[in-house]
């Protein structure tokens, strides 16, 4: 795998050779990789994996032609070949006015702050062994579990480097701990499964094994014996669990590319009141130990902390520099970068903040509503913002959380719903989008 000395001499070397070829400009990516998880299944273990990966990436303009291609292999023959391509092929692309590098002038200049992505020591593959099996042991203990997907337990290492031919050069590194079990409850056709899981750039951020089996196997217990729920519209309050998805969905429409290919439910609504004053949407890339911090973004712009919703209204679009150009505003240090293609907009960490109530005062006056803690399918539609998922969860009766129900389906539309959404105080930490106990009223409910 790449170490940051070796991932910015290949991109240096790329953005040479590539102008040797004739290009009039160019950035290049190094990527390296290396993961390894252990998975134990009733108490054995059932399977090691292991893998470590480096990919190089080069795009080129000529004019306002541009060509990306990408290899595994960077030795100095392989990237002279790999510059030759991409020149070639962007003298035979069709021009695009609006391509082209991030604006110089906007380029994120070092030191870069140190955001502690990175675990110091890389753990044995016993070490995983064992907490992957306490894990799974602890969810396997609770009573009326019955069966067993297994637990796992993984780490991983990855590298950024991007380098621009008009003078950016980063490079950017952190590591990954993950650790879950999915167990089953009951017997034969009333059998239900669910499961637990976290990840954490350091060891010690993580609930332990014990915590984590246990939170799997009690959540598969819960399930057991699930009614349905009558189809009609009535409350859908969103665990934080899931909850976050719908500021998935937010994001993807607020992206420059969605806007300026008017595919997104947002076109034309960027001063309209979506929510109500109670949700505000902030998004921290500097957040110490963030899944998705980062000093810099695809394209060597500098990334800051910003309000994305606040007084029921989207602060603006998330724009990668071609996009910004077709829509006539400044990039905004969203852009994400693969081994290939052009640029495309990623979030960092988002939190949809907590509001003034419990998750109990929230449901409170609620006389007959829908708990869900798993979504299935993907039933939205991005350019309308109409919704419809598969839905299990719990019942709410008179306020209170009630039996489990399976095999309903939620739909609504993501305007309504926005304008609908009410906070509780809840919100924790510990994902790359992270919201509270959301609800939202008026929802249509199909079950029986």
Known sequence: MFDPTRATERCAAMIDLARRAGADAADAVAIGDASEAVHVRLGKLEDVERSESETVGLRVFVGSRSASVQATDSSDAALAELAQRAVAMARAAPEDRFAGLAPEELLAHGPFPDLELADGAEPAPEWLRAR????????????????????????????????????????????????????????????????????????ADLLTPAEIGRMAGERAVARLNPGRLPSKPMPVVFDPRISGSLIGHLLGAMSGAAIARRSSFLLDRLEE???????????????????????????????????????????????????????????????????????????????????????????ADIKQGFLVTELIGHGVNGVTGDYSRGASGFRIEQGEIAGPVAELTIAGNLIDMFRAMQPANDLERHRAINAPTLRIDGMTVAGE
């Open 132 to 203: 992957a099996e306490e894990c799974e042991d602890v969810a396997r203990a609770v009573a009326g579990v019955t069966n067993s997907e297994g637990g796992s337990a993984s780490f991983g290492r990855s590298l950024f480097g991007l380098a621009t031919s008009h003078g950016f050069c980063g490079v950017h590194a952190g590591t990954a701990h993950g650790l879950s079990a999915s167990v089953v409850a009951g017997q034969g056709s009333g059998m239900q499964r669910d499961y637990a899981w976290r990840q954490a750039r350091h060891a």
């Open 273 to 363: 009141e979506l929510f109500s004053a109670a949700i505000r949407i902030v998004e921290d890339p500097h957040r110490r130990r963030g899944l998705r911090s980062r000093p810099f973004d695809g394209e060597g712009l500098p990334t800051t902390a910003r309000t994305l919703v606040e007084a029921g209204r989207v602060a603006g679009w998330l724009a990668e520099s071609a996009s910004a150009r077709q829509l006539g505003i400044a990039p905004t240090g969203h852009a994400s970068r693969g081994g290939s293609g052009a640029p495309g907009v990623s979030a960092t960490n988002v939190d949809l903040e907590g509001g003034a109530v419990s998750r109990n005062e929230l449901i």
